[in-house]
């Protein structure tokens, strides 16, 4: 029999979905399950992209542009305007998701064996899409006592070495929804510069900053114009993760024209994800004010939630929709398959993504979880309830354990 590919074989199972075939066995056995463990959203997708899409009219769905349609592509041009961010419709390639875009983004900018700083915790993904294209992950380790902030600078530099092609970061961040501040964000710009390195940022989550918190995009730094190269989606934006269609941003025109190389192997970009997130451009404010507000419910509720159970931990995010638990537990591997496997709580139960799997490094996500609050306030309270009872009755339980042996 042939042998699989060693890229094959050390490409990373998701996190995120890996406890799916558990989750499936405890709905067929007619037990609830509060899915917390991915970031799909229940928030209406706006309503003038159903609108669009209930009423197409087209005959053939033909390809588009290799870059993506030029009208989808200007339309963004003064999306990103209204945040200050100047680039023209040559700037951009849209792409089949944000997924897309960082593997086309990778492959341009970097070669086999080069090395990309990334803070950790990171989106489970970028270890894949770096396995796909060869490149070595140098982490970086953010720590939840300070609520995940960028490490101090000297533990980058300590990282750079002369295979050091590049910094990625997520801002604001998954799976922390750590927002990085103007000064954070300067400090990255001196150090990309000052080592001729590229800065990847994923920007998915811009929309959703909290608590009058601004979101300082990467393309606004100033003496990096040519080492920024932005990556955005529609997933999160505008609740519609199923259209798969994101976009690669830079000013340097030499990525552009090579990531258009990536581009026309594949051929284009999807027609109907295209046609919906050139109709989500006309989504009203009023649609962002709403879901922020509701955001930050679900957030209080969880986050408020959480530290109120005994022995748990987690910083209050000021962006995104997910937020990042330490549980008094021996293996948040283990808890999180247990939830799924051997406890219900009233017929219900809860799904999380263990977080060994946003780290690099070993060990400082043993007994992390990722929590996406991203279910109505209603289904988040009584997730919350299930979660404190479940820890209260698991084996591997370190408060627990820690009575008994008091007790003892």
Known sequence: MPNISEIGRNMPASPIRKLVPYAEAALAKGTTVYHLNIGQPDIQTPEVVL???AHLNLKVIAYSHSAGFASYREGLAKYYAGFGISVTADDMMITTGGSEALLIGMNTCFNPG????????????????ATACGLKVVPVTARIDNGFALPPIEAFEKRITDRTRGILICNPGNPTGYLYSKAEMETLR???????????????YREFCY????HHSAMLLKGIENHVVLVDSVSKRYSMCGARVG????????VMATALKFGQARLSPPTFGQIAGEAALATPDRYFTEVQAEYVKRRNILVEGLNRIEGVICPKPSGAFYAMAQLPVDSAEKFCQWLLESFSWENQTVMLAPAAGFYASQGPGNQQVRI????????????IRCLEEALKAY????QANAVARARS
């Open 114 to 129: 080069d090395e990309i700083i990334v803070p950790e915790p990171f989106y489970a993904n970028y270890n894949g899409f």
């Open 247 to 254: 976009a690669l941003i830079s000013r340097n025109k030499a």
């Open 372 to 383: 996406a609050y991203v279910l109505h306030q209603d289904a988040l309270k009584k997730a």
């Open 395 to 398: 084996p591997g339980s370190l």
């Open 211 to 214: 608590d009058g918190a601004t």
């Open 51 to 53: 609108e669009k899409m």
């Open 190 to 204: 001196d150090m990309v510069k000052a080592n001729d390195l590229f800065l990847f940022a994923d920007e998915v």
